[in-house]
């Protein structure tokens, strides 16, 4: 079955956006190959909106269809992985933490030591974080900011978003393999996963904004009152 046959088949599980986004994928990797696959990874790395879940089954299901070998469809899109990472690092590196230690201390709420503190705990933690990183939904790609912050070295950086890509790459692809048609069950439990992680996330934000709300206030009232006395 070509690549072609494979977009009808995935538009026809259903009607939602990510059926278009498969439709799509399923058209890039018929005109360039795995490379296509390779593409829409880093895409997604970039851009967090575009789901992982939706892009590594399909390349999976591509596979299954003979398009182009199990192989080349995780090593391309681990290739991917790594390429929209290192962009995001460099761009960390470019930034800088100086630089940032300066943006923070010009936002409301945020302190030029929250930089610091993220650094240092990025220096003790940062090949931990790296790694498992790979394999949470948002922080995929925002990890690699901080790894370039706090200038880890390119080849370590390298190695372990392999690493962990590769295993969070190989799980949904081979998913999507095996699956076929059906490969839309991975998204139902995938976007399980990234519900959690972001009611985690709003909940560490809003933790976060009552902490440093409620010591602003207790500065200014306490500022207030010694202006008083």
Do not use: C
């Given at each position: ?57 399909v390349a999976g299901l ?15 899109t681990t290739f991917g ?90 799980i949904f692809v081979l ?55």
């Open positions: 079955m070509t690549v072609v046959n494979i977009a009808a088949t995935s538009s026809s599980g259903g009607g939602s956006w990510l059926s278009a986004l498969a439709d799509w994928l399923v058209m890039l990797m018929e005109t360039i190959g795995p490379a296509g696959a390779a593409i829409a990874v880093g895409l997604e790395s970039l851009f967090p909106p575009i789901p992982s879940e939706a892009v590594l089954p591509a596979a299954s269809r003979g398009s182009f070998t199990l192989a080349e469809a995780i090593g391309w992985s790594l390429a929209g990472a290192y962009i995001l690092y460099v761009l960390g590196r470019v930034l800088g933490a100086e630089r940032l230690t300066r943006v923070a201390e010009k936002l409301p709420l945020m302190k030029g030591e929250d930089v610091t503190k993220t650094v240092a705990w990025f220096e003790r933690h940062g090949s931990v974080a790296v790694f498992f990183g790979r394999m949470v939904p948002l922080f995929r790609s925002l990890i690699s900011i901080p790894a370039g912050v706090s200038k880890m070295p390119w080849w370590k950086f390298g190695l372990l978003t392999t690493a962990g890509s590769l295993i969070w790459n190989s998913a999507g393999f095996f699956l076929g048609e059906n490969w839309h069950i991975v998204e139902q439990y995938a976007g399980v996963f990234q519900n959690i992680v972001i009611v985690v996330v709003v909940a560490l934000i809003a933790w976060f904004l009552f902490i440093r709300i409620r010591a602003a206030v207790r500065h200014r009232r306490e500022s207030t009152e010694d202006a008083a006395g």
